[in-house]
């Protein structure tokens, strides 16, 4: 071969590879999350494909701080559970070779809340989407056990043996950890399937009655029901997974009842002059009222009602 074939080929060789370095996925690809993720949960996973060669290391930025990925080379996945906060969060995946940036990907997640005015309607371009179909357990199921390990009713001895554990581990770190969770029997109330292989019940009620039988035939006997107990939508106010508040309450009482109740907020009572009682804010709103139902008017504890008279 002549000199000047080598050198042209060195050139077509040095063209393409240029070429390559313009083109977006020859660094990174994101795997998950996919852009302008609505979602309830403070966690999520972030999950990308990385070229080895042109990439030799990660930052995930997102509104609670820069999480470094040191790669590891003997896999072609990088996984990481980050978290998040109420509202928009974005995240930004940056990859450097020799401390260089090459490449930088965003993904905006919205996390709502019905709990709060400002967390409640996620601006218009964000959509809820499902993981876990046959296409996207695809790309993970090489090194992940993508199938149901429990026995109904039956805790892991060991949680971490639960398949679910290894992406979702941080879904029960908290303070108050619920026992179907915490136990990892994850399909207790994850158990329809439909766009998602673990949807829950709609409303999630039937769920919870089926182990919490006496609260159901308590409060359907009540007279008085709160509306937000009717709805059926148990975690509104509770998180079914965890919470780092006693009954995995989402927010402290008081907070979880003035969120939706702003009117009663002391000062604003004392101009309306509403009956409610509540005006010390040292007292909880549950030590006069239930939340779910009862056979008082606005739902007052008896013992209340024997005070007012
Ligand atoms: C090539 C093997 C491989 C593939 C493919 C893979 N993972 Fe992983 N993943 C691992 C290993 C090994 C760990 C444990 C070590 C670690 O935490 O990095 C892990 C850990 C995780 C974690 C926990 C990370 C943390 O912060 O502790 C999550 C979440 C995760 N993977 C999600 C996924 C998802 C989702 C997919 C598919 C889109 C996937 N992984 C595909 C190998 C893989
Ligand atoms: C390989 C990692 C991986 C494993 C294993 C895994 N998940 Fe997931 N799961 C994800 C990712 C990624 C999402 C998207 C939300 C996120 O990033 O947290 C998700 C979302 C979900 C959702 C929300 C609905 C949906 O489809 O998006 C539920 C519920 C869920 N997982 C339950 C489970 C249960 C139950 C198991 C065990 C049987 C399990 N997951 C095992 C990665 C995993
Ligand atoms: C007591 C019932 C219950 C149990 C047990 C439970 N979940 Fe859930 N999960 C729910 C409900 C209800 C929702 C929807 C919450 C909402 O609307 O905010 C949900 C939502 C989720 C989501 C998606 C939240 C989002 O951001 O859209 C994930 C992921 C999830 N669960 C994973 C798990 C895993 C993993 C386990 C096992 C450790 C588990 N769940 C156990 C009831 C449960
Ligand atoms: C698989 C059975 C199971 C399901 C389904 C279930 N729970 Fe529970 N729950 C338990 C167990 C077990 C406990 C702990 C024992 C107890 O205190 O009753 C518990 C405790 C609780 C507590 C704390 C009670 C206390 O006095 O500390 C609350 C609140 C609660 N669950 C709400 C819910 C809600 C809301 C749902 C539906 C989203 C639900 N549970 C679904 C089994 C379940
Ligand atoms: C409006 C908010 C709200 C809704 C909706 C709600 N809860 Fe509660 N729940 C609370 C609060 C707050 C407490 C703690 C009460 C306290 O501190 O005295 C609680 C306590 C509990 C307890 C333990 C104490 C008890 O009364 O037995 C259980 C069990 C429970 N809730 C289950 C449920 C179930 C099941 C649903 C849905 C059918 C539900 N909750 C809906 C706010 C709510
Ligand atoms: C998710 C929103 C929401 C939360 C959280 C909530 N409520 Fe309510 N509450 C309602 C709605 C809706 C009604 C029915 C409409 C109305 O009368 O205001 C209602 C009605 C009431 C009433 C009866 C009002 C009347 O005039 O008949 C009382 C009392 C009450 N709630 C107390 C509480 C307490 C105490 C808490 C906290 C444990 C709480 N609520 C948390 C939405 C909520
Ligand atoms: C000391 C007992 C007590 C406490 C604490 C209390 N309430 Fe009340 N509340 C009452 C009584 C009694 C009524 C019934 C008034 C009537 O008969 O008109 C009432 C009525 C209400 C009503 C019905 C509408 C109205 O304004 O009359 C709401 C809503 C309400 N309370 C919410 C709350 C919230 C939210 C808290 C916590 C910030 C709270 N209450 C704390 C005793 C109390």
Redesign the pocket.
């Known amino acids: 071969m002549r000199l000047s074939h080598l050198y042209l080929r060195a050139v077509i060789f040095l063209f393409i590879s240029s070429a390559n370095l313009v083109s977006e996925d020859k660094f990174i690809e994101v795997l998950t999350p996919q852009e302008n993720r609505l979602q309830t949960e403070l966690t999520l996973n972030v999950v990308v494909k990385a070229d080895k060669k042109s990439v030799d290391a990660i930052k995930i930025a997102s509104p609670l701080g820069v999480i470094d990925i040191n790669l590891d080379n003997s896999r072609e996945m990088q996984c990481k559970n980050i978290s998040l906060r109420l509202g928009e969060n974005r995240v930004v995946i940056r990859s450097y070779k020799n401390k260089i940036l090459v490449d930088e990907k965003t993904r905006d997640v919205y996390v709502a809340s019905?709990?709060y005015h400002q967390f409640k309607y996620p601006p218009q371009k964000y959509s809820k989407s499902y993981f876990h179909n046959d296409t996207n357990e695809k790309s993970c199921a090489s090194c992940h056990n993508m199938s149901v390990n429990e026995v109904k009713g039956v805790a892991f001895v060991d949680v971490t043996k639960s398949n679910c554990y290894s992406c979702h581990k941080n879904i029960t770190k908290e303070k108050y950890a619920h026992a179907p969770a915490a136990n990892w029997l994850c399909t207790s109330c994850h158990d329809k399937k439909n766009q998602s292989k673990y949807l829950t019940q709609e409303p999630v009620n039937g769920s919870c009655f089926e182990c919490h039988e006496e609260n159901q035939e308590l409060w359907s006997a009540a007279k008085?029901h709160?509306?937000?107990l009717d709805s059926g939508d148990c975690s509104?106010?509770h998180n079914p997974h965890a919470s780092p508040y006693a009954m995995f309450i989402r927010k402290e009482?008081?907070e979880?009842?003035l969120?939706?109740?702003k009117e009663?907020n002391s000062r604003a009572r004392e101009k309306e002059r509403s009956g409610?009682m509540g005006v010390d804010e040292s007292q909880k709103?549950?030590s006069?009222?239930?939340?779910h139902a009862s056979n008082q008017?606005?739902?007052?504890k008896k013992m209340v009602n024997k005070v007012i008279k």
């Open positions: 019905q709990l008085y709160h509306e937000p509104r106010c009482v008081n979880i009842c969120g939706c109740h009663q409610c709103c549950t006069c009222h239930t939340p008017p606005f739902f007052l």
